[in-house]
């Protein structure tokens, strides 16, 4: 097998393909690539009479905007390269959509599936007192959040960690993001990251020119669709995709094989099917294949939503899809990359299009910040509001109507209706300021790029506003 260009690397050749379109200078350029500060740690934890020595690692990639914001990785592959390279992505998501944090990310070096939960809280819990040691959590210096491997259960033990040591700190609760929603969490949180995936296919498919220029109809309505790792992300894309936009999923690719049936696949099902067996394959109605076959099923979109470097040289051309959605970070090495845009394939970015995650994280800070639930004041006085107007064109027109439609007209939103338009707004509106840059400026022939440039524009104003560089 050649030599392959590594998750680090495709982000630097990335960033460098941008930031030549640009016109910043070489100074300002080098300092938003660069990692302003990296905490290796290596620390202690007792199991029964055994000690175990964890590596683990926390990179605060820009200090351009605080706190900085990025979730924590659980995986045996975590390496300082990694941790550094998914820093620098939540550096530009952020950026991209207007979410006013620094980027910065988390990673522990261990197997999750080698550890009991009491090992795992152990194991968190110890790295949280790490970060709070050096100054690398707080709720104006770095935020952490879920990432591959961890979850709310996870950032519940940062939290309670966290409070422990800072005691009586009032906005404590916002140190930490994609919490429990019983402790200081949003709704909306946990689905957020696969829901921004679907809203931001969603606006790509709506656009005539660019469907039409892949073969496709628009619309997501009976597309076909192949998901790579059903986890947190993965799940959630398909699940939404298929009941709100009428996707149909094909194949499923996890740990122990890909499972296929080109009728479509129940995602509700299936997870329920992968909690009770611990695996995918043995699904009723679909057909078996190999964990990396997935890459080759005929569909109309593919989600990688498992880890980095999945779609590399080797396995490119074999892809049939029109669109790749990147739902994952870094899941298409940049080799990868320049083979699929000559087949014409459309790589929907992972900066952009994972993006969901920070956003309503970023709506869960704010919530912590202000001690108060989304919709608590307005949502009964829209609803009175709505009733009386309701009312009076009934009584104008003399007409009735039922009580569902009663219900329906005068619904005041709820927590979770407005953290989703609030989603639902970022994401178009984000994907709309790439879309500019890829049509307008010469020499962009990928979202990608396109999405760097719209990401260094305000990086580098940031930069240039705060004066440190004319
Ligand atoms: P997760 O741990 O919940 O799920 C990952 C899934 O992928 C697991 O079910 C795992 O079994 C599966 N998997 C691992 N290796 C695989 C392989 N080789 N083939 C098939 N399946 C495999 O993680 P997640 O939170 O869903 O994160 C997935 C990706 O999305 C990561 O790249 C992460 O950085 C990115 N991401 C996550 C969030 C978030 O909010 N959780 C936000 C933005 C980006």
Request: net charge positive; with cysteine; glycine share 10%.
């Amino acid at each position: 097998m050649n030599k392959q260009a590594s998750f680090f690397e495709s982000v630097s050749r990335n960033f460098d393909k941008a930031a030549a379109l640009t016109k910043y200078p070489a100074g300002l350029l080098e300092q938003i690539k660069v990692s302003n500060a990296v905490y290796k740690m290596q620390f202690p934890v007792k199991f029964g009479n055994k000690y175990e020595v964890i590596e683990a690692f926390r990179v605060q990639h820009s200090h351009h905007r605080l706190p900085t914001k990025g979730g924590i990785r659980f995986s045996h592959l975590v390496d300082q390269h990694e941790v550094e390279a998914l820093a620098a992505l939540m550096t530009y998501k952020c950026a991209l959509v207007d979410v006013p944090f620094g980027g910065a990310k988390g990673g522990v070096k261990i197997s999750t599936r080698k550890y009991t939960v009491d090992q795992l809280e152990k194991i968190t819990r110890r790295y949280t007192v790490e970060l709070v040691r050096k100054n690398f959590i707080g709720p104006g210096i770095d935020v952490p959040a879920p990432d591959y491997g961890t979850g709310p259960r996870e950032m519940a033990w940062i939290l309670d960690t966290y409070q422990q040591l800072k005691n009586g700190e009032l906005d404590s609760a916002a140190c930490v993001t994609g919490k429990p929603t019983n402790t200081s969490g949003i709704k909306g949180r946990t689905e957020a990251t696969g829901r921004g995936v679907f809203y931001g296919l969603r606006e790509f498919l709506s656009l005539k020119d660019e469907t039409k220029a892949i073969g496709l109809d628009v619309g997501m309505e009976g597309k076909t669709m192949v998901i790579q790792g059903l986890g947190n992300v993965g799940s959630y894309t398909g699940l939404i995709s298929i009941e709100e936009g009428g996707a149909k999923v094909i194949g499923v690719s996890e740990i122990d094989g890909t499972i296929y049936n080109k009728d479509g696949i129940d995602i509700a099902k299936l997870l329920k099917y992968k909690a009770a067996n611990g695996g995918i394959l043995g699904f009723p109605d679909s057909t078996a294949m190999d964990r990396d076959d997935w890459v080759s099923i005929e569909c109309d979109i593919l989600v990688p939503a498992a880890l980095e470097s999945q779609i590399h040289k080797n396995n490119a051309k074999k892809i049939k899809a029109k669109i790749i959605c990147e739902a994952a970070n870094g899941p298409v090495t940049a080799d990868a990359e320049d083979i699929l845009l000559k087949m014409g394939v459309v790589v929907l970015p992972d900066m952009y299009l994972n993006a969901g995650g920070v956003t309503v994280s970023y709506f869960e800070w704010l919530k912590n910040l202000s001690h108060i639930r989304f919709g608590r004041m307005e949502k009964r006085f829209d609803q009175n509001a709505y009733s009386n107007l309701v009312d009076l064109v009934l009584k104008m027109t003399g007409k009735t109507i039922s009580q569902k439609e009663r219900t329906f007209l005068t619904k005041g939103a709820d927590e979770v209706d407005l953290v989703r338009s609030g989603l639902e707004e970022t994401m178009i509106t984000a994907f709309h300021q790439i879309r500019d840059n890829y049509k307008r400026k010469k020499n962009v022939h990928d979202y990608r790029t396109a999405a760097f440039i719209t990401a260094l524009d305000k990086v580098a104003s940031d930069y240039m506003t705060l004066g440190i560089f004319p």
